[in-house]
């Protein structure tokens, strides 16, 4: 039988001088495959390939692959985790099953046993099966299994709440629920679990890249345990309901580490949870990876490359604004420079940086802990959001005095920011000389590169945008639009794409914000001098295939 080394030479895929490479050792050595694999060599699929030709089984890629819900149901689903196999096909008696591994009887021998059916088994590369196995075999029915087995529980009259010892105990329904909940949404790319309790039960929804989704209804006697877990995991005070509350927990997934915020808000019929999921190491820390056009790129490096001034970035909530300023943080924070950050909450860690988590209760406010920061000979601060007066006023004097400082606003597009600074009472000509650059940001649903397609736009469409689009003296554009597929879940989108709206603060703007102009004022200059609008960036990345007119309307006003 030949080996995969050999495979690998009959295929061209490898030079046969690697058998040089494997002088004295089995030429079955895998640690020296994928040693070419990192050098670029081969691919993962190639070596996976391989193994199926030496095992004389067909090889499947399962991106695409029209997998048999039938036949995955057969097999249950902690068997298909704990092995990595998944079921694909099924034709009689005959069930075809996608595993890594196609040497491992033992499995093999598992399923027989387990499903009462031939197994025919053929070869998958073994990340493209786990992420297949956690695209298809989702947690939904176990939760609606354990839904109905807590209902017949907390069916006794009374009997509502979990006791804390009870919720405590790692096997406790409730506790697999929660567990549940969390997995499956980190899982799906989720950055929200919304819990919401109802008149008639209680809703699970997830918010996956960008847009809510209703993911599980479960029965209104379990709503108070299932918040009563999720508070003593997030250290949150379980006896007061009548106050919103705010917690921190973490939980380990798939090896890594993922930290959840946590947020309770009293409504009419019970408390509502929100966990936002900080997965930091799904989350760009590059400036290269944020999508910025070139004009725009340019425009910002030429501010945080300053050793003083401030940039504000600015959007609503969810817009990726702490995504913008820890990838920026992350560029220019090098071992001979002083960086500290105070924040609400610490959303990521980051090594080499000085990180303060604002506590009013202990009286550690924005103002009072940008006052003791000033005091800590920093180069660069970050504050989490100016919110007041007091903490705009420190925040803009420090950018004054040698530092460079980050910092996010609530607005909807870059010029409202001046305005906004402005009617927190700090005086017009400190914000002119203060602020170096704002950038405005909103994020789109980015197209799923599998499946979209692309189609001729319609005249409807193209003015709807109002990017100065003429019928009479422009050709229609060929553009892309979302289709969907197993990769996408359907939707037609996977990921998210940032707009930028960049504005240098020039003379002519300096000039305008100590005369108090309105943003509409400021905004007709700075796109005089080059600012792409929200809009026009949207429409620039709908060019290029990022995102869908559709995306753009949605999220640019």
Known sequence: MATLTEIL?????????????????????????????EEGTITYGQIASARAAQAELPFVELQDYPIDRAAVALVPAALCRRCEVLPI????????????NPGDVVTLDDLRAATKMHISPVVAERQDLRNAINRVIRSDGELSELSSVLKEETSTPGNDIVPAQEAAEDDAPIVRFVNLLISQAIQDRASDIHIEPAEDGMNVRYRIDGVLHQMQKAPRQIQNGVISRLKIMSDIDISERRKPQDGRLSVIHSGRKIDLRVATLPTVWGEKVVMRILDSSSSSMSLNDLNLLQRNFDAYRSAYTKPYGMILVTGPTGSGKSTTLYSTLHTVAKPELNVITVEDP????????????????????????????LRSDPDVVLIGEIRDHETAQIAIEASLTG???????????????????IEMDIEPFLVGSAI?????????????????????????????????????????????RPVGCSSCSGTGYRGRVAVHEV???????????????????????????????????????????????????????
């Open 346 to 373: 610490v959303e990521y860690r980051m090594a080499g940086i000085n990180q303060v988590q604002v506590n009013p209760k202990a009286g550690l406010t924005f103002a009072s802990a940008l006052r003791s920061i």
């Open 89 to 100: 096909s099924i034709s009689g008696d005959l069930l075809t099953v996608a595993v890594a």
């Open 436 to 480: 170096d650059c704002v950038v405005a940001q909103r994020l789109a649903r980015r197209l799923c590169e599998r499946c979209k397609e692309t189609f001729t736009a319609e005249v409807g469409q193209m003015l709807s945008l109002r990017v100065g689009f003429d019928p009479e003296r422009h050709a229609l554009p060929t553009l892309h």
């Open 503 to 557: 504005m240098l603060v020039s003379e002519e703007i300096e000039r305008l914000a100590v005369q108090r102009a309105s943003s509409a004022e400021i905004s007709k200059v700075a796109i005089s001098q080059g600012m792409l609008t929200l809009r026009q960036d949207g429409w620039m990345k709908v060019q290029l295939g990022f995102t869908s007119i559709e995306e753009v309307l949605r999220v640019v006003a």
């Open 403 to 421: 530092h460079l400082v980050l910092s996010t606003l609530h607005t909807n597009d870059a010029p409202s920011a001046i305005t906004r600074l």
């Open 9 to 37: 030479i009959i295929r061209g895929l490898i030079p046969i001088e690697t058998l040089d490479t494997f002088s004295g050792m089995p030429l079955e050595d895998e640690p020296k495959l994928l040693t070419l694999v």
